[in-house]
């Protein structure tokens, strides 16, 4: 992603703009931390259901980051596409 940037910047872009997605992943991840550290204090039943919904989270938070990584990279290639076929008449 950091080379995508640079290489948009030789262009004229801007950095993309920041996708929802990879913000709800942020939000899940960080649900997920907090969720596994109170998951480790006790033993119940509360507990371990507890434990499992915050690796759920984590799992789908991973997941809604590879999606964000994949949208940016999808619109960064739209783009450079779209410079150098002006460029070069492609």
């Known amino acids: 992603m950091a080379i995508q940037v ?3 910047a030789q262009y004229g872009y801007a ?6 997605v990879g913000k709800a ?7 997920s931390i907090v969720g596994l550290i109170f998951a480790d204090l006790g033993t119940s039943t509360f507990f371990h259901l ?3 919904a915050a690796l759920a989270a984590g799992i ?11 949208i940016y990279t999808k ?3 739209g783009l450079l596409r779209k410079e150098l076929g002006e460029k070069y008449g492609a």
């Open 15 to 20: 950095p993309l703009p920041v996708h929802f």
């Open 50 to 52: 507890l434990y499992i």
């Open 60 to 70: 789908w938070g991973i997941a809604m980051y590879w999606l964000a990584g994949y």
């Open 75 to 77: 619109q960064g290639v």
């Open 6 to 8: 640079l290489w948009l």
């Open 25 to 31: 992943g942020t939000a899940l991840l960080m649900i």
